[in-house]
């Protein structure tokens, strides 16, 4: 069986695989395997890496020029001891599997 962390935002469980790290000498979240393309919650919130550029939609935290990934924005809500985050922004939201998280602007 397949180890994995859990979190739990908004009633849904999402997984991220844990596996050995040779560089850290023990078990830690593999982001390499998890993060291999877009991934999204079962309501179609996006998993972001912390580190994630900052999109057009952000809504930073504070007004420092520094500000400049998801793990400074407002919508970004990042897992307990983890690298990764939802992010809870309506306008990044994928209605359906493979739809495009585009704004309207952004089609333009
Ligand atoms: S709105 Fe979402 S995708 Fe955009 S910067 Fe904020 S957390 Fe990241």
Redesign the pocket.
């Known amino acids: 069986m397949e180890k994995a962390n859990r979190y739990i935002f908004a009633g849904e469980v999402i997984k991220v695989p844990v596996a050995w790290d040779e560089a850290l000498g023990r078990e830690a979240e593999d982001y390499e395997d998890y993060y291999d393309g877009p991934v999204y919650t079962p309501a179609g919130r996006?998993v972001?890496l912390t580190i994630?550029d900052?999109?057009p939609?952000?809504?930073m935290v504070d007004d420092d020029p520094a500000s400049i990934d998801?793990g400074s924005?407002r919508?970004?809500h990042q897992f307990p001891g983890s690298l990764l985050g939802v992010?809870n922004?309506e306008k990044?939201r994928a209605r359906r599997s493979g739809q495009s998280t585009k704004t309207k602007e952004e089609m333009t």
């Open positions: 996006p972001l994630e900052a999109c939609e952000a809504e998801c924005c919508h970004y992010c922004n990044r």
